[in-house]
């Protein structure tokens, strides 16, 4: 009985195996209402730390979770309701959107959810315009959907819309130029130029960057592009008010000339400084009329001109116990300025670092974090070609997310202020107001219900353990840049400690002796801190440079919780048999899907070779005595000593195991918000630590294996 309910006794310390072989899925909330059960938002949009809210606050702090939510609110949906109105209906009191969990005093009143006021319907509301017929309110779509779009009519519209506009930043530093990657870069664009966002308006403009900062005239009445360049950099112009910033669909041919020319054009150069800040401020010249988003693709640490910055890594302290506190944060607020100057204009700037040497990402990323843009990495070496075409030219889709805090991401901590004794169920919702790549002025709602709790075992037992991980992430990362990377960790420890306290207390059970006990709802916790705390955002002992941490922390913020959880801990998969467990994927396709594995060199086998899903890369790990059969099969070659020590294409061989495997990686692919890079490893390749540092629940530098943690957590728990 215990078990139907998910609250059998686990003793953690025998219960070897806690990760599910398929997909974990997210816990249901149930409501005593079945129809509402069936309308409430989807967990991939909107999901809580626990799908029962405690009652009281004293009932939340007593059971030791921490209360929030996590948001994907412009997560593709391949069925939105799109709805135009004349009129949105929205409670005159608190300004919650009519939605499925409201209540119908009559035909023509509705009682809000949130606050309890009663309000009138429009007349436009009583029409139904599926069956073009008048009566029955409760048929609209808004109370049918708890994820719908509106069109937004005129009042939420400051301005008229603005057409699709990008201006890309290259730098072109000798650095820059040579890691290759301009090359990359362009090639991508020319093969995206036709897939970019936006409409027949759509506008681009391009800048590169050395100790000077060169534009480029893409007038129709030019036969060539014609470059112009601004060597003042401390007080940044524009050379010429037109045929800068032009449209895409009528100059295709000087575009594509251009995208053909730029990277020989930089070949010989010898300089070797970077004035981004000056570029970027040509840039946010250039788009304030308008709004748009500007790419930018840096390669060096900035040192000319404005927002230069200094080298301030001493790699001397990689592996030390504890990172300063001001080395995390930014040196200077230049990018943080330039970037809210950036917001207030509807621009978004995403940041491209590919850099082998310290570049104080900790400072770039300002330019993103406050713009409402993205931010990608791409740390030397093996870097270039894992960049993807299609998040390289993103929409411009979300450029101002008034509702959202930036510095918040999409995580929210939620306290409970009044009691909801004799409420049965609370109801949460985000609406997103944004302008769509086709001009048109939207506002998404996501609505959802959760039942209440009042008990503690109830609410331990409704855990979410992966949304209590991502949230508790983002949580870590404040107090990182807030206080230190020891208390982070430290609160990670003392988190986990006090949830299987007071899960044992609650059970009652006197003779547990020697085992740590913890239900199905918690049992992947302790698993996942110790992840958490050999991830690159929070690893200590372990060399880690700069730049990297950073980055791990701004992941930490911003991933979707299935792309950070499989960041926090891999999806290990073997290949060497594709399993007969299988599904049926786009196009019937049938899909091989092998079960996951421990992280762990336990489950790892010298005959065999394995996949590795980290969110943004699938690492193939090959190990020596693998057959050559399977050599054969995937790569097309004789055998192992044959197989190149790297690889970052997968070869299409025509035969069934290349067809199932690559199917496969398609599968994983169609499932994620970003595209994954591929990279093949053999074991014997001098990157393969890129493979074997994921295998968390090993002893290493940093830190204890599974198992000694779970023992060290046995002491701790009372
Ligand atoms: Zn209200």
Known sequence: FDKLWGRENLDLLRERKVIPPGKLEPPKAVLSN???????????????????????????????????????????????????CQTIVRCRACRTYINPFVHFVSDRRWKCNLCFRVNDLPDEFMFDPVSQTVGDPSRRPEVKNSTLEFLAPAEYMLRPPQPATYVFLFDVSHNAIQSGYLKVACDLLLENLDGIPGDARTQVAFITYDSRVHFYC???????????????????????PDNLLVNLRGNLDLVADLLHQLPQRFEETHETRSALGAALQAAFKMLSPIGGRVTVMQSCLPNAGP???AVREDPNLRAGKEVPTTHVNP???????????CSGQHIAVDLFLLSSQFADLATLAGM??????????????????????????????????????PDEGFGVQISIDENLTGQ???????????????????????????PTAGTVPDILASADQQTVMGLVAKMAVDRTLNSSLTDARDAFVNMLVD?????????????????????????LLPLYTLALMKHVAFRVGVSTRLDERVHGLNQMKSLPLDDLIRHIYPDLYPLHHLSDQFVTGEDDEVVMLPPRLHLSYEFVDGNGAYLLDTGDMFIM?????????????????????????????????????SEHFRSFISHLQSERFMPAAFLMIREDSKNRGLFTQCLIEDRSEAGSSYMEFLQHLKTQVK
Not at 40 to 65: G, H, V, Y
Not at 437 to 442: D, I, P, Q, V
């Open 34 to 84: 079945e129809h509402w059960a069936k309308l409430n938002c989807s967990p991939d949009l909107f999901r809580c730390t626990m799908t029962k809210i405690p009652e009281t606050a004293t009932l939340l702090q007593k059971s030791r979770l921490p209360l929030g939510l996590l948001i994907h609110p412009f997560r593709d949906l391949s069925n939105l309701p799109v709805i135009q």
């Open 218 to 240: 893409l007038s129709e009445d030019l036969s060539q592009p014609q470059m112009l360049i601004v060597s003042d950099i401390d007080d940044m112009f524009i050379p010429c």
């Open 307 to 309: 927002g230069a910055l």
């Open 331 to 341: 040196a200077t607020d230049f990018y943080k300025k330039l970037a809210l100057d």
């Open 368 to 405: 993103s974090r406050f713009s409402g843009g993205c931010i990608h990495y791409y740390p030397g070496g093996l870097s270039i070609h894992t960049f993807h075409g299609n998040f390289f030219v993103r929409s411009t889709d979300l450029l101002t997310l008034p509702n959202v805090n």
């Open 424 to 450: 049965s169920n609370v109801c949460f919702q985000v609406a997103l107001l944004y302008t769509s790549s086709k001009g048109e002025r939207r506002i998404r709602i996501h609505t959802l219900a959760l």
């Open 499 to 523: 949830i299987l306290s007071t899960y044992k207390m609650t059970q009652n059970l006197g003779s547990s002796q020697g085992m740590l006990l913890a239900q199905p709802s918690i049992k």
């Open 621 to 657: 790990y090959v190990c020596k005595g693998i057959t050559p059969q399977f050599i054969q099969d995937i790569f097309d070659l004789p055998n192992y000593d044959a197989l190149p020590h790297e690889m970052s294409d997968l070869p299409e061989v025509d035969n069934e195991a």
